[in-house]
């Protein structure tokens, strides 16, 4: 990894640094951790974020639908859009800042599969090992040849810290016996 001093190139993971604007979402932060879209959260183009979904396989279909609903001026009496009215950068081109992007139900939405609902924490892993828990007796219960040995259950705790450590950061992967 880069030195603070030297630039990163776009793909190259850097934290979230102190001042820099992060979203409720894990996909978007980890665009900005990764350089896809502004590093700062700060001044996104449609262009960009069209271009950084389409760089981690967004559909362009679902692609344009975000993009464009993100990027409508945002209007608190039927919560669309998120961008405030005259938000453009030095070349007027329009953009948007990542902590906008939890403005309650034009883009963000309760029920996310990747956090808990507004004004909670985001997912710990703990939650995903009870998760993990819940889906193995739910499996038992449907295959009667699950094979789902301590090989496998390692495996499935990688599962589990992977998705984490994408999406949330840092994260110390712990074997235990969920089971």
Do not use: W
């Not at 793909?11 to 896809?36: K, M, T």
């Not at 590093?39 to 975000?66: F, P």
């Amino acid at each position: 990894m880069s030195s603070p001093s030297q630039a990163l190139e776009e793909g190259e993971y850097r934290p979230a640094a102190v001042g820099d604007l992060r979203s409720p979402c894990p996909a978007l932060n980890s665009l900005a951790n990764h350089g896809l879209i502004p590093r700062d959260g700060r001044n996104i183009t449609a262009n960009q974020l069209q271009d950084a979904l389409k760089h981690i396989g967004v559909g362009i279909d679902i692609r344009h639908t975000l993009v464009k609903r993100a990027f409508t001026v945002h209007d608190e009496t039927s919560h669309i859009g998120l961008r405030n009215p005259g938000q453009v950068n030095d070349s007027g081109i329009p953009v948007l800042d990542l902590d906008q992007t939890g403005r309650p139900h034009a883009v963000e939405h309760d029920v996310s599969l990747s956090r808990e609902d507004r004004n909670k924490e985001s997912f710990t892993i703990s939650d995903f090992g009870r998760f993990r828990k819940q889906r193995y007796t739910e499996q038992k219960a449907k295959n009667s040849k699950l094979n789902f040995d301590s090989s496998k259950h390692k495996v499935a705790c990688g599962e589990a810290a992977i998705f984490q450590s994408i999406f949330a950061g840092d994260i110390t992967l712990c074997f235990t016996n969920l089971i």
